[in-house]
Nanobody, 127 residues
Framework: QVQLLESGGGSVQAGGSLKLSCAASIIMYSSKCIGWFRQAPGREREGIAAIVTGSHFTVYADSTQGRFTLSENMTRNTVYLEMTDLKPEDTAMYYC????????????????????WGQGTQVTVSS
Protein backbone atom coordinates (compact mmCIF):
# COMPACT_ATOMS: atom_id res chain seq x y z
CA GLN A 1 0.00 0.00 0.00
CA VAL A 2 1.36 3.38 -1.00
CA GLN A 3 1.62 5.60 2.08
CA LEU A 4 3.20 8.82 3.27
CA LEU A 5 2.62 10.10 6.78
CA GLU A 6 3.62 13.55 7.97
CA SER A 7 3.97 14.50 11.62
CA GLY A 8 5.59 17.14 13.79
CA GLY A 9 3.48 20.16 13.02
CA GLY A 10 2.28 22.51 15.71
CA SER A 11 2.08 26.09 16.90
CA VAL A 12 5.17 28.13 17.70
CA GLN A 13 6.11 31.74 18.13
CA ALA A 14 8.15 33.60 15.56
CA GLY A 15 11.80 32.65 15.78
CA GLY A 16 10.97 29.18 17.00
CA SER A 17 11.71 25.81 15.44
CA LEU A 18 9.87 22.66 14.42
CA LYS A 19 10.99 19.38 12.91
CA LEU A 20 8.58 17.68 10.54
CA SER A 21 8.76 14.01 9.66
CA CYS A 22 7.64 12.19 6.53
CA ALA A 23 7.49 8.42 6.96
CA ALA A 24 7.23 6.50 3.71
CA SER A 25 6.48 2.91 2.86
CA ILE A 26 9.58 1.18 1.53
CA ILE A 27 8.05 0.73 -1.90
CA MET A 28 7.99 4.46 -2.29
CA TYR A 29 11.21 5.28 -0.56
CA SER A 30 13.99 3.64 -2.54
CA SER A 31 15.73 5.82 -5.11
CA LYS A 32 12.98 8.36 -5.23
CA CYS A 33 12.59 12.02 -4.49
CA ILE A 34 10.74 13.19 -1.43
CA GLY A 35 9.54 16.74 -1.60
CA TRP A 36 8.02 19.09 0.95
CA PHE A 37 5.30 21.49 -0.05
CA ARG A 38 3.16 23.94 1.84
CA GLN A 39 -0.12 25.65 1.23
CA ALA A 40 -1.44 28.63 3.11
CA PRO A 41 -5.13 29.59 2.98
CA GLY A 42 -5.94 31.35 -0.26
CA ARG A 43 -2.54 30.63 -1.78
CA GLU A 44 -1.21 28.07 -4.23
CA ARG A 45 0.80 25.11 -3.03
CA GLU A 46 4.51 25.95 -2.90
CA GLY A 47 7.43 23.56 -3.22
CA ILE A 48 9.95 24.32 -0.49
CA ALA A 49 12.49 21.49 -0.43
CA ALA A 50 13.30 18.12 -1.97
CA ILE A 51 15.77 15.32 -1.43
CA VAL A 52 16.98 12.40 -3.52
CA THR A 53 16.63 9.58 -1.03
CA GLY A 54 19.85 7.81 -0.17
CA SER A 55 22.03 10.43 -1.81
CA HIS A 56 21.86 13.53 0.40
CA PHE A 57 21.31 15.67 -2.70
CA THR A 58 18.88 18.41 -1.75
CA VAL A 59 17.29 21.51 -3.19
CA TYR A 60 15.53 24.37 -1.41
CA ALA A 61 13.26 27.18 -2.42
CA ASP A 62 14.63 30.69 -1.94
CA SER A 63 12.00 31.31 0.75
CA THR A 64 13.42 28.55 2.94
CA GLN A 65 17.09 28.46 2.02
CA GLY A 66 19.26 28.77 5.11
CA ARG A 67 16.38 28.26 7.54
CA PHE A 68 15.08 24.81 6.59
CA THR A 69 17.20 21.66 6.43
CA LEU A 70 16.39 18.24 5.04
CA SER A 71 17.76 15.01 6.46
CA GLU A 72 16.83 11.36 6.26
CA ASN A 73 16.94 8.14 8.22
CA MET A 74 17.02 5.35 5.68
CA THR A 75 16.53 2.62 8.28
CA ARG A 76 13.21 4.25 9.15
CA ASN A 77 12.32 5.32 5.58
CA THR A 78 11.82 8.80 6.97
CA VAL A 79 12.70 12.24 5.71
CA TYR A 80 12.88 15.15 8.13
CA LEU A 81 12.41 18.85 7.53
CA GLU A 82 13.97 20.89 10.31
CA MET A 83 12.61 24.42 10.30
CA THR A 84 14.33 27.19 12.24
CA ASP A 85 13.78 30.93 12.62
CA LEU A 86 10.14 30.43 11.73
CA LYS A 87 8.15 33.43 10.58
CA PRO A 88 4.40 34.08 10.54
CA GLU A 89 4.50 33.73 6.74
CA ASP A 90 5.61 30.11 7.20
CA THR A 91 2.13 29.33 8.52
CA ALA A 92 0.61 26.70 6.25
CA MET A 93 -0.35 23.08 5.86
CA TYR A 94 2.82 21.16 5.08
CA TYR A 95 2.78 18.11 2.84
CA CYS A 96 5.37 15.59 1.78
CA UNK A 97 5.20 13.85 -1.55
CA UNK A 98 6.99 11.12 -3.44
CA UNK A 99 7.94 10.86 -7.07
CA UNK A 100 10.55 9.78 -9.56
CA UNK A 101 13.34 12.32 -9.55
CA UNK A 102 13.66 14.76 -12.43
CA UNK A 103 16.72 16.82 -13.25
CA UNK A 104 17.90 19.44 -12.75
CA UNK A 105 16.91 18.78 -9.16
CA UNK A 106 15.25 22.17 -8.85
CA UNK A 107 12.50 20.61 -10.97
CA UNK A 108 11.47 18.66 -7.89
CA UNK A 109 10.05 21.84 -6.36
CA UNK A 110 7.31 21.52 -8.97
CA UNK A 111 4.37 19.42 -7.79
CA UNK A 112 3.78 17.97 -11.26
CA UNK A 113 6.62 15.51 -10.71
CA UNK A 114 4.99 13.89 -7.66
CA UNK A 115 2.58 10.98 -7.72
CA UNK A 116 1.87 10.30 -4.06
CA TRP A 117 1.00 12.72 -1.29
CA GLY A 118 0.53 12.63 2.45
CA GLN A 119 -2.38 14.16 4.31
CA GLY A 120 -0.40 17.09 5.66
CA THR A 121 0.52 18.56 9.02
CA GLN A 122 -0.36 22.07 10.12
CA VAL A 123 2.29 24.59 11.09
CA THR A 124 1.20 27.84 12.72
CA VAL A 125 3.65 30.59 13.57
CA SER A 126 2.46 33.49 15.69
CA SER A 127 4.10 36.90 15.87
Amino acid sequence: QVQLLESGGGSVQAGGSLKLSCAASIIMYSSKCIGWFRQAPGREREGIAAIVTGSHFTVYADSTQGRFTLSENMTRNTVYLEMTDLKPEDTAMYYCANGACAYPLVSMLDEQYYQHWGQGTQVTVSS
